[in-house]
């Protein structure tokens, strides 16, 4: 048990990382990344709970009992923000991306490439039976 | 005088997000140009109140405690600034760097009901706050606030390519802010602090320790991707590309060096009593930066998209500061800030320079572009004297910062790194110098039937006069040049010791006379070569191409703009500084 | 670089981080053994030093007020981005008159929908309220009642419609919401600096102990925040929600067709 | 306590997994609204009822229904495109 949250964050980190990088469809990737956002919120508030302690809220009980840590939790509501604002803010992207590219999939919506003089090679390079440009934008 | 200095500190932090937040609640009553004005004025207040607050702190740095929550007894309860001389020049610098971006982005924006100022002004804000604070979780405030701004910014214009970029960098950038954030919770389970200077002397006591070496391993990773360095540097140049030109300034201008520079400052200051951290920065930096630095100057040379190459040149430059760094000494990090000043005025005017050739010429690609520029002549000349600065001809901010990296260097007998800062600043040099041949006296081959840019059409609005985006663009190369370089010489090592909380040393040393002439040389032989290849005899040209080709396809296609693949490098890139720091 | 490539990569990163990541975590103290000094400190100093039952209240806009101030600046930046974002593309002018469309399709509302919500959205408004005021005292706060208070504006479109909900909000007043509500918490920074004060020291009188006006400063800079995220979160949905409907409209000709 | 406190480690890391491995968009959302819940509970038994409203207010309501109606713009905007 005494390592357990940090187990589960640190597993939570690497299975959201994983999605990431194995996601075909932005919607898909923007949850994966909320779950590598969960990973913080577990490991914060694992290191600063105590057992039998209080939530740190002298209300019902009196200042003095023990609590456990408020740091964590007040590092972890803010955190909670920058997930939300992230969240948005990606989806918004997304959302305008699909308008622009007609597709949510990473592999056929990249960056502009213009590759120098071996712009066309480049296309030529990558194999993997991806959508050529040019095809992609005919349709 | 009855006010303490100390008393300014908030200020040019509030300043901004005062008149963002005020723009806000009116932005639907105000004026067309009031937005203009205010956010100029408030990127002016902030230059003016840091350079003060700077040289207040000349002597002593100035420490000021939100709140009013003094520490009792050793224990940090509150939020503190801690601004030393190094910090608050920083800060002027960037306050005057958003000053002038504004002026060039006169008008550009007008339709937006200020939203482009309000996010400016919070990206001034949290990079003000970034330099001041002197509490981990602050910095993390204030790196995301930066990070949050950056991504609507990039994506401003709404094209796919924009679009695309700015999900890029967006999820990396995210997964930085995430990693930091583990990185501060784990020290602040060890240390049972926030405050820097408590958490050094905690790390000092506490001798080799796992924990803190992962701490450092994630805070380090994050201001790593923040600064651009291999292997996590893939996301920059498809952001960077892509922005608006005004704020591409800014990114490459001060929010890549900023992430170094926190890097510096945590380095130094949090981690400086951990033996195992300062045991495997000098490899750890020194290595990853000199690949940066040559990677991204190799990259440079190889686009045509002009704010492509700029990009990945401030990779190569990210890197030249990295190896500054990775010295560990006053010179090193003095050098570094210094470079930090002057390359972002720098690549600060070159972007300005790819905004009026976009704004004017309705174009962004070198080939296309070929002997457009005429017209805009003056523009020409300022892009090839930046191109020169870039690549080190001896004059101003940025040559100051590069002898001093590369005498650090030398000093501690780096040789391959000192060669890969002479090399990559050679490389980024010989590519921009050679889109300015190209652009603006029309040199080079006609383009054949390969003109076709494989980048979609781009253009940016055409609704301001030359001067006016000239103007800010020669002020930041002429301040580049009129930086004094006796005084900053003088003050510099007592400014650095404060700024890394170590003893002063002697006098700086400077790096080789030679070396940044030999920078511009070969800067000058390869921009040559990539524009009269064809007049060349073959047995020259020949050799060359075959060495190009197979490291050239090799590189394009691991950038090749796919997030999936940028994760997977993040993992690796962790991996490697974990590594690194359980091996020492 | 092919996905088989891209997760072995991954996993040998994987292979040699999980020997370091064992170490780190047999390095950290035990789950539930103890907590971080700070921590202690707060809890042991602040509900005398400021009136205040709720630590993490007490921390977000006292201790720490910095910090709360940035992330109210980090959602303002979202929210202005994700308004530019999405409006880039509308335009800003035509946004009142692009919902009032006629011929668009109605979703016939049940009558029990429609009751319901009329219900629970003066309910919701009521909870997020309570939760704003009792910051100090009982968990909750500026932020969490701020998104209770939007969530509450979410059930009038769905049971007044789109219509009635486009009348009850304006854009630009939750403009002025949110930029007010900043700008209230930024001056609660400031205003202390006025009679000589640190930036954000609580100088109002503090209040007595488990009262709900407790904490000086910290009720005002909660209204500001419980405003600024109101606002927000209501211009995010109202945002996204307009997306949906201007989705129905056939796409602009011609414009991304080279 | 000392037996749900584990469960619900367990449960957090179960529902993250089930976030990332559910590949349609749509189902997605029901993991991500489920992972709030938990999440929102293992807060609470964790003492830590502020952030437990405000993953609450967040995390399974306000950032699935941003998912939905992302996903309802795209759905809308050209059907049959997506594979």
Redesign the interface.
């Known amino acids: ?7 589960v964050a ?1 597993w939570l980190f ?1 299975v959201g ?2 999605g990431i ?2 996601s075909r469809n932005f919607i898909h990737l923007v949850g994966c990344l909320g779950v590598c956002q969960s990973a913080t919120y577990v490991l914060l508030l ?6 039998g ?1 209080i ?5 019902d009980h009196p ?2 009992t023990p ?8 590092l972890v ?2 955190d909670i ?2 997930g ?3 969240t ?2 990606l ?3 997304t ?2 991306a699909y ?2 590219g007609g597709s949510l999939d990473p592999e056929k919506l990249r960056p502009m490439r213009a590759g120098g003089k071996s712009g066309q090679r480049q296309d030529a390079g990558h ?2 039976g991806r959508v050529s440009e040019g095809g992609r ?1 005919a349709s | 005088m009855t006010l303490a200095p100390a ?1 300014l500190l ?1 200020l040019p932090v ?1 300043i901004p ?2 008149f ?9 009553l105000l004026p067309g140009r009031a937005p203009d004005v205010l956010a100029l004025l408030a990127a002016l207040a902030v230059a003016v109140l840091s350079a003060v607050i700077a040289v207040h702190a000349a002597d002593k740095p100035l420490v ?6 003094e520490p009792h007894d050793g ?5 503190g600034f801690s601004v030393d001389a190094a910090s608050g020049w920083i800060a002027a610098f960037i306050g005057l760097l958003y000053a002038l971006t504004f002026v060039f982005a006169w008008g550009f924006f007008d ?3 200020g ?2 100022h ?2 400016m002004l ?1 990206f001034l ?2 990079m003000v ?1 970034f330099c001041f604070t002197r509490d981990m ?2 910095l993390f ?2 790196f ?2 930066m990070s ?2 950056a ?3 990039t ?2 214009h ?1 094209a ?1 390519s924009s679009l695309s970029g700015a999900i890029n960098f967006t999820v990396v950038n995210s997964l930085a802010g995430f990693l930091m954030l583990g990185g501060i919770g ?1 020290i ?7 405050d820097f200077d408590s958490i050094a002397a905690a790390v000092a006591r506490g001798g080799r ?3 803190v ?2 701490a450092f ?1 994630l805070v380090a990773a994050a201001l790593m991707i923040k600064g651009a360095i291999v292997p996590f540097q893939f996301w920059l140049a498809d952001a960077h590309a892509v922005a608006p030109s005004p704020v591409s300034v800014i990114f490459s201008g001060s929010m890549v060096s900023l992430g170094l520079f926190g890097l510096a400052k945590v380095s130094a200051v949090v981690f400086g009593g951990s033996d195992q951290v300062q045991g495997a920065l000098p490899m750890l930096l020194i290595g990853l930066g000199s690949v940066t630095a040559l990677l991204g100057g190799w990259m440079a040379l190889l686009q045509r998209h002009l704010k492509r190459m700029l990009a990945f040149s401030t990779i190569s430059h990210a890197g030249i500061m990295l190896t500054g760094l990775g010295a560990l000494s006053i010179g090193g990090t003095g050098g570094m800030l210094v470079y930090v000043v002057g390359h972002g005025l720098v690549k600060g005017a070159l972007f300005m320079i790819a905004g009026i050739l976009l704004a004017t010429q309705a174009s962004i690609d070198e080939i296309a572009l070929r002997g457009l520029g005429r017209g805009i002549w003056p523009a020409g000349i300022a892009m090839a004297l930046a191109a020169l600065l870039l690549c080190g001809l001896p004059v101003g901010a940025l040559d100051q910062g590069t002898r001093l990296v590369q005498g650090a260097l030398s000093a501690q007998g780096h040789g391959v790194a000192l060669a890969a800062t002479a090399i990559g600043a050679a490389l980024t040099g010989a590519a921009v110098l050679r889109a300015a041949g190209r652009i603006f006296l029309g040199l080079g081959p006609d383009p054949g039937d390969e003109a076709g840019a494989p980048s ?2 781009e253009r940016e609005k055409a609704n301001r006069p030359l001067w006016l985006m000239l103007a800010p663009c020669c002020v930041l190369l002429a301040v580049d040049m009129a930086l004094p370089a006796g005084p900053i010489a003088h003050a510099l090592p007592r400014a650095v010791s404060a700024f890394m909380h170590r003893p002063e040393g002697g006098p700086l040393a400077e790096g080789p006379g030679w070396l940044p002439w030999a920078s511009v040389a070969a800067a000058l032989a390869g921009a040559g070569y990539g524009l009269f290849r064809n007049r060349l005899p073959a047995f020259v040209v020949q050799p060359v191409r075959a060495t190009q080709s197979v490291p050239t396809r090799a590189l394009e ?2 950038h ?1 703009g ?1 997030i ?2 940028y ?3 993040l ?2 890139g ?2 490697v500084i ?2 690194v ?2 091996l020492v | ?3 088989r490539i ?2 072995a ?2 996993a ?3 292979l ?2 999980l ?3 064992a ?23 602040t ?2 030093a400021r009136h205040v ?8 806009f ?10 109210e ?14 409006r ?2 509308r335009g ?1 002018g035509n946004s009142e008159r692009a919902m009032r469309r006629p011929g668009r399709a109605v979703i016939p509302r049940s009558e029990a929908t429609v009751l319901a919500c009329r219900i629970a959205g003066p309910l919701t408004g009521l909870f997020g309220l309570y ?1 704003v005021l009792h910051a100090t ?5 500026g ?2 009642g701020g ?2 208070l ?2 509450g504006t ?1 059930l009038i479109y769905l049971g007044e419609g789109y219509a009635g909900w486009r009348d009850a909000i304006r854009s ?1 007043w939750l ?2 919401l ?3 509500g ?2 209230l918490f ?2 609660c ?2 205003a202390p ?1 006025l009679v000589g ?6 100088i109002l009188p503090l209040g007595t102990f ?1 009262d709900l006006f407790s904490g000086g400063l910290m009720p005002v800079e909660n209204l500001g925040v419980a405003l600024a995220v109101a606002g927000g ?1 209501t211009q ?2 109202l945002e ?2 307009e ?2 409907r201007e ?2 409209e056939p ?1 602009e000709p011609g414009e ?1 067709t ?1 | 306590m000392t037996v749900i406190l584990p469960l619900l480690f367990l449960l957090t890391a179960v529902s993250g997994t089930a976030v990332v491995l559910v590949r349609d968009p749509t189902r997605q959302i029901f993991a991500i609204a489920i992972n709030g819940l938990v999440l929102t509970i293992l807060f609470d038994a964790l003492q830590a ?6 993953e609450l ?2 995390g399974s ?2 950032v699935p ?2 998912f939905l ?2 996903l ?2 795209v759905r ?2 050209a059907p049959g495109e997506e594979s």
């Open positions: 048990m005494s390592v357990l949250p940090y187990a640190a690497g990382l994983y990088a194995t694992g290191l600063g709970y105590r057992w302690s939530a740190p809220i002298f209300y200042p003095g609590a456990v840590d408020p740091v964590m939790q007040a509501l803010t923000v920058v939300a604002t992230l948005a803010l989806l918004v992207l959302v305008q308008k622009r194999t993997s934008k | 008393v908030p509030a997000l005062v963002c937040a005020a723009l806000l609640a009116t932005a639907h000021y405690w939100f709140g009013g929550w224990v940090h309860l509150g939020i339709r937006t009901h939203h482009f309000i996010l919070l804000a949290a706050g979780f602050n405030v204030w995301e606030v949050v701004a991504f609507a910014l994506a401003y709404l796919e784990l602040y389970a060890q240390t049972g602090t926030l320790d796992p924990v070496a992962g391993c979609e059409d296609i691991l090749s796919l999936g693949d994760a997977a490098w993992a690796v962790v991996a974990a590594a720091l359980a | 670089m092919s996905p891209r997760v990569l991954l040998l990163s994987g040699i981080l020997p370091c990541a170490q780190v975590i047999a390095g950290l103290p035990a789950f539930g053994s103890t907590i971080a000094q700070y921590g202690e400190r707060i809890n042991a100093i509900p005398e039952a709720n630590m993490v209240s007490a921390i977000n006292d201790l720490r007020g910095l910090d709360t101030l940035g992330e600046f980090m959602l303002l930046a979202a929210i202005t981005g994700t308004v530019v974002l999405l880039g593309r800003e939760v005292v009982t968990p909750g706060g932020f969490q998104v209770i939007a969530s979410l630009h403009d002025a949110e930029g007010g900043a700008l930024a001056l920074g400031l600096m004060a640190a930036f954000m020291q609580n488990r979160f995010l949905f996204f929600m997306e949906t989705a129905e796409d991304e080279a | 009822p502020d952030v437990a409203l405000s207010a967040v309501a306000a229904l941003l109606v992302a309802m713009a809308t905007q």
